[in-house]
């Protein structure tokens, strides 16, 4: 989603750039409806959030802003979805607990090299290890290789990928 945002350090003052739905879902957060936080909808005092009435989260105006419990939010947001209005938003869901990360930089060279076609991994299970393994494990490993590396003389050679 493209929206205009204000950018005192262009010369008109504005410009265009990418808006995430958790960014909207923020903004709408800033400023609630004025009303007491009951849904408007169910009447409903538990699991109330800020709800866009007509179901698009970048159409952040007051009077689109009402109060709605959790559960009449979803209720609405199905039956936008079945009668083609609003738009499906992008849930940022959190991190899911790797199942199958690299444990050792024997493991990832292998899923690394089946990514370049040299390894004996099928391709999508290599995919699947690097996805799954933690940016943090990642690192160490190319520590470790460019440590290896080093030691061997061979860091000046350029690494084929």
Same mark, same amino acid.
């Not at 350090?9 to 990418?18: I, W």
């Not at 419990?69 to 199905?78: L, Q």
């Given at each position: 989603m493209?929206?205009?945002? !204000?950018? =005192?350090?262009? /010369? %008109? &003052? *504005? *410009?265009?750039?990418?808006?995430?739905?958790?960014a909207h879902r923020y903004r709408a957060n800033a400023n609630p409806p004025p009303d007491p936080r009951v849904c408007h909808y169910c009447g409903s005092k538990r699991n109330v959030e800020v709800d866009h009435v007509n179901g698009h989260e970048e159409d952040g105006r007051p009077d689109n802003l009402t109060w709605a419990?959790? #559960?009449? @939010?979803? /209720?609405?947001?199905?039956v936008f979805r079945n009668a083609g209005r &609003? #738009?499906?938003? /992008?849930?940022?869901? %959190? *991190? *899911? /607990? =790797? !199942? @199958? =990360?690299?444990?050792s930089v024997g493991q990832w060279l292998t899923a690394v090299m089946s990514l370049k076609g040299q390894g004996p991994m099928p391709l999508d299970a290599a995919i699947e290890m690097v996805r799954q393994t933690p940016h943090a494990a990642r690192s160490r490993f190319a520590r470790e290789i460019w440590a290896t590396r080093r030691a061997r003389g061979t860091d000046r050679q350029e690494v084929p990928f």
């Open positions: 493209k929206a205009t945002v !204000a950018n =005192p350090a262009t /010369r %008109g &003052g *504005r *410009r265009l750039v990418n808006i995430t739905d958790r419990c959790r #559960r009449c @939010n979803t /209720r609405k947001g199905i &609003g #738009r499906r938003t /992008r849930q940022y869901n %959190g *991190r *899911r /607990r =790797p !199942a @199958n =990360p690299a444990k």
